[in-house]
């Protein structure tokens, strides 16, 4: 390449500098952050803190993760996921406590992204994440309930108007947000009529500056990391498991790659920015996401612009903010709740043609989560549940049968499936040792060998025919089963 040439390409503006491109991503995100708003002052009061702790964390986490997030175009803020999980720290300890756990959260998250955590999502079984989505769902919507308790009746009836809004303007446009109408006409109307219902500005008081950077006012002792180390963890893990599954959706939208690795990592240096900016904490936003996506944004620029564009609105415009009705926000929250869900998973023709293992796999991760309102512990029993429900499924595929040569001298055993400590364990009473001829063989041509109980159960084997004066040949292993059993036969201790 000639001297011109090669300084015109180091020259050339990168892709996202193009006038489509550019326009394409600045309108991307200026409908991201209007759409942030609602929903991030939303989650701030199912954390129990002020809009503004919400509304500053969505600020960092998009405009950080724009820089060291591993997808681009993909947004995150302060969700539901996140507040769900730290609530309880707000309401028995204080904001300082929810600054701390935060940054420990954080922390934790470029921890397991340095350790190459993201790998782990291939062993997620896909009834655990539907779980995971429905459970969500479900207490998004009843931490809604509160707001529709002892209220006056015109708040049932903004909500249903809200409602009204948000499931009838998409069918006639999608160039404006429907979640965004439906709260300007609403607002515009109590507004007008001088109505009394409760408003965002009851909840507390939104941010008329920029966010500050400090330190959490909790004491540094073994005490404090003891309250906050369960519910950062939580955090943590929940973060990084929809954070996941939010960069997987959109790899397969947009036919392109992402690196989940530095997206993990990224995700808990954004909760660590968010924590010293005092910032409720985040994750990825699935909805937002998709508004981004869908819009054509596909490069960072879009997701620094959703979290500038944001700030910018609620500074310069929090007192128009303050007079957003409560049952505006409900009826958001009602939509995100009713398109979280996966519907598809509990119809009759779905349920009838699913596996009952899947199934109760899914309504395990359901229940537990809504129990504890915990999601994380959620997924831990729901990818238990299907460890244990698939251990349980493959042993009963092992299956021994047996010839015996003409001449009577030598009984072949053909061990077939995978084997186990699920499945090996009663290997050993397949075999008629007191009846076998002086010749027994074991083909293990048709079966793999996968751990040391299998070959336990195989030294078990050939003991009970030693004692008897019985010759065993064991044949047919393949390369990996042969390298196991010849590691450990022998060396198991007695039976």
């Known amino acids: 390449m000639s001297l011109p040439a090669a300084l015109s390409s180091r020259l050339r503006r990168p892709s996202w500098l193009s006038p489509r491109v550019l326009r394409t991503e600045v309108l991307a995100?200026?409908?991201?952050?209007?759409?942030?708003?609602?929903?991030?002052?939303?989650?701030?009061?199912?954390?129990?803190?002020?809009?503004?702790?919400?509304?500053?964390?969505?600020?960092?986490?998009?405009?950080?993760?724009?820089?060291?997030?591993?997808?681009?175009?993909?947004?995150?803020?302060?969700?539901?996921?996140?507040?769900?999980?730290?609530?309880?720290?707000?309401?028995?300890?204080?904001?300082?406590?929810?600054?701390?756990?935060?940054?420990?959260?954080?922390?934790?998250?470029?921890?397991?992204?340095?350790?190459?955590?993201?790998?782990?999502?291939?062993?997620?079984?896909?009834?655990?994440?539907?779980?995971?989505?429905?459970?969500?769902?479900?207490?998004?919507?009843?931490?809604?309930?509160?707001?529709?308790?002892?209220?006056?009746?015109?708040?049932?009836?903004?909500?249903?108007?809200?409602?009204?809004?948000?499931?009838?303007?998409?069918?006639?446009?999608?160039?404006?947000?429907?979640?965004?109408?439906?709260?300007?006409?609403?607002?515009?109307?109590?507004v007008a009529a001088s109505m009394s219902v409760p408003t965002v500005g009851d909840q507390g008081e939104l941010p008329s500056s920029l966010p500050v950077l400090g330190l959490p006012s909790v004491p540094l002792t073994f005490e404090t990391l003891r309250v906050i180390a369960p519910y950062a963890?939580?955090?943590?893990?929940?973060?990084?498991?929809?954070?996941?599954?939010?960069?997987?959706?959109?790899?397969?939208?947009?036919?392109?790659?992402?690196?989940?690795?530095?997206?993990?990592?990224?995700?808990?240096?954004?909760?660590?920015?968010?924590?010293?900016?005092?910032?409720?904490?985040?994750?990825?936003?699935?909805?937002?996401?998709?508004?981004?996506?869908?819009?054509?944004?596909?490069?960072?620029?879009?997701?620094f612009l959703a979290g500038l564009f944001l700030l910018v609105l609620v500074v310069a415009l929090g007192p128009v903010v303050a007079l957003i009705p409560m049952a505006a926000l409900v009826g958001v929250m009602i939509m995100v709740s009713v398109g979280t869900f996966d519907w598809h998973s509990i119809h009759p023709a779905t349920l009838r043609r699913m596996p009952k293992s899947e199934t109760a796999v899914m309504v395990a991760t359901v229940a537990v989560t809504v129990f504890t309102h915990n999601l994380a512990i959620g997924v831990v029993v729901g990818v238990l549940t299907a460890m244990v429900l698939f251990a349980r499924r493959v042993a009963h595929l092992v299956s021994v049968d047996s010839v015996l040569d003409p001449d009577g001298s030598t009984k072949i055993y053909r061990v077939t499936g995978q084997l186990f400590f699920a499945s090996s364990n009663d290997l050993v009473f397949q075999f008629d040792y007191a009846n076998d001829p002086e010749n027994v063989v074991i083909d293990l041509s048709e079966a793999n060998i996968w751990d040391a109980s299998t070959v336990a159960s195989l030294d078990a084997i050939t003991t009970k025919y030693e004692q008897r004066g019985t010759t065993l040949t064991i044949t047919g292993m393949n390369d990996s089963s042969e390298k196991r059993h010849s590691a450990l036969a022998g060396n198991l201790g007695s039976h």
């Open 233 to 303: 963890l939580a955090m943590a893990l929940v973060g990084l498991l929809e954070s996941l599954m939010t960069a997987k959706l959109v790899d397969g939208i947009t036919d392109t790659h992402s690196n989940k690795t530095r997206e993990s990592w990224g995700q808990g240096v954004a909760n660590i920015v968010t924590g010293f900016f005092g910032g409720m904490g985040g994750c990825a936003m699935i909805g937002q996401t998709m508004i981004n996506v869908k819009s054509g944004a596909r490069t960072r620029l879009s997701t």
């Open 29 to 190: 995100g200026l409908v991201v952050a209007l759409a942030l708003i609602p929903e991030a002052i939303s989650f701030s009061i199912i954390a129990g803190v002020d809009p503004r702790v919400g509304l500053f964390a969505s600020f960092t986490m998009a405009v950080t993760l724009a820089f060291v997030g591993g997808r681009p175009a993909m947004i995150s803020a302060a969700t539901g996921a996140v507040a769900l999980v730290v609530a309880p720290v707000v309401r028995d300890h204080g904001v300082e406590y929810l600054i701390a756990t935060v940054i420990l959260g954080g922390l934790i998250q470029a921890l397991l992204g340095g350790l190459g955590v993201a790998r782990l999502m291939r062993f997620l079984p896909r009834s655990v994440m539907v779980g995971f989505t429905n459970a969500l769902a479900i207490l998004i919507f009843t931490a809604q309930l509160p707001y529709l308790t002892d209220v006056p009746w015109t708040v049932y009836a903004l909500v249903a108007v809200g409602l009204a809004v948000m499931v009838g303007l998409p069918r006639v446009t999608k160039a404006i947000p429907a979640p965004l109408v439906a709260i300007v006409a609403l607002t515009a109307f109590t």
